[in-house]
């Protein structure tokens, strides 16, 4: 069981502002899948990119399991929002590609992409070019490519922002079920309080002005959508519809203590 930890970690710019985040501390654990959410400027993709080791903290450490990391690895890979696939290779070469960066035999990452591709449901679908691929077949490509790098977590900056709200709740349920079934440890940053009811095992509500976690729930309707409950259903009721609320008020709050600030 990896574990990614940030130990009470700082981030400056040194824009002369405030600090982006003031120790905050977070604790990852694979099985979990961690939702944070707050206001545009609270810090979430600084949060993100701290983890991923695209940036260093100012104070404090990112640990994997216990010892500390600097920069980029192989254990946490990034989704992003608008995900640059190769156009030049099909959707089973783009995925299969971080294996042939591992010198993994032809054959050997070929049948590895066509598992991963069948795990984001694009089982048909492999020797399409991506630009007969929609945005949300793209993304699919995405998440399997960034899978094939065996990460122990999955670090997603609000990757389905661009997507309609068809396509959108759509791949919701398929990050879901891609996450039980792989087995690594998911990070998503949103800015949607239903997706992050629906999806987070964990959620934590991000405090503006670089303050850190202002709240945490663990709601357990992923759970429950996994076991064959609609997502419909899961919304309407009542427990969804009162956290909805309290998130909201947390959130709302926290942008009026800003302003006031
Ligand atoms: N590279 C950077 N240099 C200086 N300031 C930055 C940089 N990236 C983000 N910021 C500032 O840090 C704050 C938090 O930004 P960000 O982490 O992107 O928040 P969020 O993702 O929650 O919208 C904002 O005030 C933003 O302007
Ligand atoms: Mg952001």
Redesign the pocket.
């Known amino acids: 069981m990896h574990e990614l930890t940030l130990d009470t970690v700082s981030l400056d710019y040194g824009t002369g502002n405030q600090p982006v985040l003031d120790r905050v501390a977070l604790k990852l654990r694979q099985d979990e899948f961690v939702v944070v959410i707050g206001r ?1 400027g609270a810090g ?2 600084s949060l993100l990119n701290l983890a991923a080791g695209f940036v260093e903290p100012t104070e404090g450490r990112v640990l994997l399991n216990g010892k500390p990391v600097s920069g980029p690895g192989q254990r946490r890979v990034v989704v992003f929002q608008d995900d640059a696939l190769f156009p030049w290779l099909d959707a089973l070469d783009n995925v299969a590609f971080p294996l042939k960066l591992e010198r993994v035999g032809l054959a050997q990452r070929r049948a590895e992409a066509r598992r991963l591709l069948s795990l984001v449901g694009l089982a048909r679908a492999t020797n399409r070019r991506i630009w007969e691929l929609s945005g949300g077949m793209r993304q699919r490509v995405g998440i399997a490519r960034a899978l094939a790098a065996k990460p122990a977590f999955l670090l997603l ?2 990757p389905l922002g661009a997507l309609d709200a068809l396509t959108r709740s759509q791949m919701q349920e398929l990050l879901l079920d891609v996450w039980a079934k792989s087995g690594v440890g998911a990070l998503l ?1 949103t800015h949607s309080i239903e997706e992050a009811l629906l999806l987070g095992t964990r959620i934590l509500v991000l405090a503006p002005g670089g303050r850190g976690v202002r709240a945490e729930f663990r709601p357990g309707f992923g759970r429950r959508l996994l076991a064959g409950e609609s997502a419909g259903a899961l919304k309407d009721l009542p427990e969804f519809l009162a956290l909805k609320r309290e998130l909201v008020a947390l959130i709302e709050d926290g942008e009026r203590t800003e302003l006031a600030a």
Do not use: A, L, Q
Request: hydrophobic share 15%; net charge negative.
């Open positions: 545009s979430k993709t900056d609000e940053i």
